[in-house]
């Protein structure tokens, strides 16, 4: 059983920046493709990033050239770092594992 735990959530001005944190336990996180997603209020979750195994990465096209996905397998870690950020950026970000585990989810308000 994996457990994913979010984290870097905040407040920010448009413009500016912040780094989501998922640290993974349970499993075998070097071997598991993983995702974050997005909810904002009275929408749909949606796919921001996904990264594979072998660190092959692909991005929602509202974020591309603003988010990145990557991962550290030695610190069993997925990060998500977003610059450029904007109002319509406003969510609670989730992480995935491909083998069906969400976390609970990290609030990111983007501020006009």
């Known amino acids: 059983q994996v457990q994913l735990v979010e984290s870097g959530g905040g407040l920010v001005q448009a413009g500016g920046s912040l780094r989501l944190s998922c640290a993974a336990s349970?499993?075998?996180?070097?071997?598991?493709?993983l995702a974050w997603y997005r909810q904002a209020p009275g929408k749909q979750r949606e796919l921001v990033a996904s990264?594979?195994?072998?660190?092959?990465?692909t991005c929602a096209g509202s974020v591309k050239g603003r988010f990145t996905i990557s991962r550290d397998n030695t610190k069993n870690t997925m990060y998500l770092q977003m610059y450029s950020l904007r109002p319509e950026d406003t969510a609670v970000y989730y992480c995935y594992a491909d083998t069906g585990y969400w976390g609970q989810g990290t609030q990111v308000t983007v501020s006009s």
């Open positions: 349970g499993g075998t996180f070097g071997f598991i493709a």
């Open positions: 990264i594979s195994s072998g660190g092959g990465t």
